[in-house]
Structures are given as structure tokens and as C-alpha cells.
Antibody
């Protein structure tokens, strides 16, 4: 059974780069026809799609974040990653990773706080 | 960008009542529905507008096509009081609705 687990620092300083990793267990990031995605949810607010990467390496990003976002895949570690640069308090959120197919599968999420 | 508008924002109902949630899209899409409880990740309920995900009770049903979609909970159980989101993955950027909160009356 495929599972996804987010990991990374829970606290990031303003203007720095947020870096998160999603580890895939029970399956391979390089097999199948999947999009590997990141979604976030600020405290008390709704869900926001950040971006996705396809198995081929092609990426799509939310235009509102595109200038600051990079999503990549590391097949040797069976992981995919999110980097969000120049963070501010508004980037404080629970960050979820997901395997997107006809039936999406999400991780449990990790809270990242942006504060000095 | 496709905008998903969910209504109502809040639905106040009693256990055993029927809940009808709406999601309207600004363009024709295909849709998924999620349930989220406090402190938990969203749980997939419905994919491709009307297909129940594995393990989802039959009281949850999805309908609609094009731009108008409905999530129906036929008889609310205590554990169904939560926030519900619709999502489209038909066009980039993928988008979510703002959510409907189903609360106990």
C-alpha cells in the first residue's frame, strides 16, 4: 500500500527558502502515470494547490507562486521535493504532498511556520 | 484559472437529515470531493464527479457534470460534520472551492 510522508523544518525565517520532502513508500515515484503534487492550507483557511511534477519531469505551478516555487523528483531516494523561496508570514501553512491520479492519495501534512 | 464556487458556506443540520452541497465551476470540468475534519488531512470522498473512493459509505453520493456538481449525504451521521471541498484537475492551475462547513444544528 502506497503511503506518502512529508518532512522538513517546522520553522523557517522570513526571506529564507522553505524546503520540504515527500517520501513515497510502497511504490515508486518513477513508475506509473502520476502527477506528484504539493498543496498547502494556511491555519483556518482553505486548500491551495502549489504545483505538480509529472513522471517525465514536466512541471506545472500555481501562477500566484510560480516565481518562487520549484518541485523536483529524486528517483534514487524515491522522494519528491518542494522549494519555496523568499518566504513570508503568509506562507505559514500545513503543507501536503499527494500522488495525483484518477484516485488521489495524500500525505498527512506538515506544519511550516514562517517566523523570525 | 477555473473558479470553483461552493454553496452554501455553512450548512446547519441535525443528525439524520439530508445534506446537499453545491460546487459550480466557471468552465466545464471534472470534479473530486474531499472531507476534512479538524487537525486531519483531507479525505477523498468522490472522484470523477460520481465515483465513491474506497471505503466511503454509500450515504455519500456525487452527481453533476460540466459546470454544476452536487455532493449529497443522504442521512447525516455524527462523524459527517466537517468541511467539504471540491477540486478540479481538468485544467491548469488546479483549483479548490472555498469549502462548505456542515455543522450540527
Amino acid at each position: 500500500q502506497v503511503q506518502l510522508q512529508e518532512s522538513g523544518p517546522g520553522l523557517v525565517k522570513p526571506s529564507e527558502t522553505l524546503s520540504l520532502t515527500c517520501t513515497v513508500s510502497g511504490g515508486s515515484v518513477s513508475s506509473g502515470s502520476y502527477y506528484w503534487s504539493w498543496i498547502r492550507q494556511p491555519p483556518g483557511k482553505g486548500l491551495e494547490w502549489i504545483g505538480s511534477i509529472y513522471n517525465s519531469g514536466s512541471t506545472n505551478y500555481n501562477p500566484s507562486l510560480k516565481s518562487r516555487v520549484t518541485i523536483s523528483v529524486d528517483t534514487s531516494k524515491n522522494q519528491f521535493s518542494l522549494k519555496l523561496s523568499s518566504v513570508a508570514a503568509a506562507d505559514t501553512a500545513v503543507y501536503y504532498c499527494a500522488r495525483d491520479s484518477i484516485v488521489p492519495l495524500w500525505g498527512q501534512g506538515t506544519l511550516v511556520t514562517v517566523s523570525s | 484559472e477555473i473558479v470553483l464556487t461552493q454553496s452554501p458556506a455553512t450548512l446547519s443540520l441535525s443528525p439524520g437529515e439530508r445534506a446537499t452541497l453545491s460546487c459550480r465551476a466557471s468552465q466545464s470540468v471534472n470534479l473530486a470531493w474531499y472531507q476534512q475534519k479538524p487537525g486531519q488531512a483531507p479525505r477523498l470522498l468522490i472522484f470523477d464527479a460520481s465515483n465513491r473512493a474506497t471505503g466511503i459509505p454509500a450515504r455519500f453520493s456525487g452527481s453533476g457534470s460540466g459546470t454544476d456538481f452536487t455532493l449529497t449525504i443522504s442521512s447525516l451521521e455524527p462523524e459527517d460534520f466537517a468541511i467539504y471541498y471540491c477540486q478540479q484537475r481538468s485544467n491548469w492551475p488546479w483549483t479548490f472551492g472555498q469549502g462548505t462547513k456542515v455543522e450540527i444544528k
